[in-house]
């Protein structure tokens, strides 16, 4: 492996402190548009690249191989953002809201 592709490698977790950790899959595009939909029982991923959620296990986030390391580095960082936030994880990761959230419509 060359010394560019070793330093452009996305780690399968993430240890923060208080024993948090985020595990990190990568995933080829069939299988990561299966993890979404089977995710937030919903088909509409034209501009997603990525997605957090939390699990049993703790915090997770999908990325689409189909995508460039360098671009994939800087979505990893803006899911982490997500993860360490994860308040918005618990939230919107909720099936129920996921599955009717759509933030251009106004409250009723």
């Known amino acids: 492996m060359s010394d560019k592709r070793r330093r452009l490698r996305i780690p399968k977790k993430i240890k923060l402190p208080f024993n948090y950790t ?11 548009l299966n993890k979404y939909t089977e995710t937030f029982n ?3 991923h034209d501009t997603d690249d990525a997605f957090c959620v939390s ?23 803006h899911e982490v953002g ?6 918005q994880v618990r939230i919107l990761s909720t099936p129920a809201v996921a599955a009717h959230l759509d933030l251009t419509k106004k409250p009723t």
Do not use: F, N, Q
């Open 42 to 44: 919903d088909e509409d």
């Open 22 to 32: 985020i595990s990190i899959e990568i995933l080829p595009h069939e299988a990561w």
């Open 82 to 87: 997500h993860c360490v936030l994860d308040w």
């Open 55 to 77: 699990t049993t296990e703790g915090m997770s986030i999908y990325l689409d191989r189909r995508k460039p390391m360098r671009y994939l580095r800087a979505v990893l960082l």
